[in-house]
């Protein structure tokens, strides 16, 4: 269901006259990169298993190497995964806003490859290892990834873990003090393809609007979000966002 023209014309007008610009991302902008969402990620042989069991410390501690295989289950999709034509329009966006801050649930580093500079990965990125005794972000060559179903640190013998943040686990300080401090200063809040359930980052869009913010949602369904939302792009963010660049013309945002 394509969104109506006087809408997008709404969204465009508001991203070209907005000193700040706050975009959140989640799984669904990833979708269209065959991503599966964190929701439809249980397919096949995961099926049977919970994300909110096997994406936690408890579950690390019970199972590691279930929880490896999870990981690099995922891992394959993410390396196999291109950016998609909605990764570039918030690229292109970040280059023509006056300000804009890229917020993102997702580990899979799609924006970072689609030229996004500065992105602020909330929840870690699931591409690199880190230490679970020094927690410090560890390199494994290419070749050991996805080898050894329980990966140890090569400098203290401890398991290595997926650098991402789990349930229950609290968001890095750098990221969450850069999304609170954007998502209280800005004045456009821009959610895509986030089903706004899980938080703190789902109280980002809460804050910005509390700070007199104005928020536009892209997202194909409704969400707790939409009914705050000043306009609801019903559509997939790979056509979306694309056409809301074109909208904003040549002229930009400046
Ligand atoms: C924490 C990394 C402090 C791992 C993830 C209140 C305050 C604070 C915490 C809580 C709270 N209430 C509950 C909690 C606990 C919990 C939480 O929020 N639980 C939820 C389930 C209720 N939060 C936490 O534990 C957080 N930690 O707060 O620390 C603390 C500590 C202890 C106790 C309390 C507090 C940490 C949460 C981070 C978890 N890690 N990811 C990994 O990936 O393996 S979460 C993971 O799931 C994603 O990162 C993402 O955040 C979330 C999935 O959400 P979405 O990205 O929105 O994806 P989803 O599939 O849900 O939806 C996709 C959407 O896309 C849909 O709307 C769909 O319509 C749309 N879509 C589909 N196709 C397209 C599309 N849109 C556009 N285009 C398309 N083509």
Redesign the pocket.
């Given at each position: 269901m394509e969104s109506p023209p006087e809408l997008i014309d709404r969204a465009a007008a508001l991203l070209r006259d907005a000193r700040h610009i706050c975009v959140l991302?989640?799984?669904?902008?990833s979708?269209?990169s065959g991503i599966p969402?964190?929701?439809?990620?249980q397919q096949g042989l995961w099926a049977s298993y919970d994300?909110?069991q096997?994406?936690t410390p408890e579950g690390f501690a019970e199972d590691p190497e279930l929880v490896w295989r999870w990981?690099e289950s995922?891992r394959e999709y993410v390396r196999k995964a291109q950016p998609n034509p909605?990764h570039y329009a918030l690229a292109e966006l970040g280059l023509r806003a006056r300000k804009l801050t890229l917020v993102t649930?997702?580990?899979d580093g799609l924006h970072q490859r689609a030229g996004s500079s500065e992105v602020v990965e909330?929840?870690?990125n699931?591409l690199r290892d880190r230490c679970t005794a020094e927690q410090f972000v560890v390199d494994r060559a290419p070749e050991e990834a996805g080898t050894a179903t329980l990966p140890r640190c090569a400098g203290c013998g401890a398991l290595l873990r997926?650098d991402?943040?789990?349930?229950?686990?609290?968001?890095p300080r750098q990221a969450l003090l850069l999304a609170d401090a954007a998502a209280a200063d800005c004045d456009v809040f821009l959610s895509?393809?986030?089903?706004?359930?899980?938080?703190?980052?789902?109280?980002l869009a809460e804050s910005a609007l509390r700070a007199g913010a104005r928020v536009i949602e892209?997202?194909?369904?409704p969400?707790d979000l939409s009914r705050l939302a000043d306009v609801q792009l019903r559509?997939?963010?790979?056509t979306?966002l694309p056409g809301l660049l074109a909208r904003l013309g040549a002229s930009g945002t400046s």
């Open positions: 991302t989640g799984a669904g902008i979708a269209e969402t964190f929701r439809d990620a994300p909110m096997l994406a990981y995922r909605g649930q997702n580990v909330y929840h870690g699931i997926p991402v943040v789990w349930f229950g686990e609290i968001i895509v393809g986030t089903s706004s359930l899980v938080y703190p980052a789902a109280g892209v997202n194909p369904n969400t559509g997939p963010a790979g979306v």
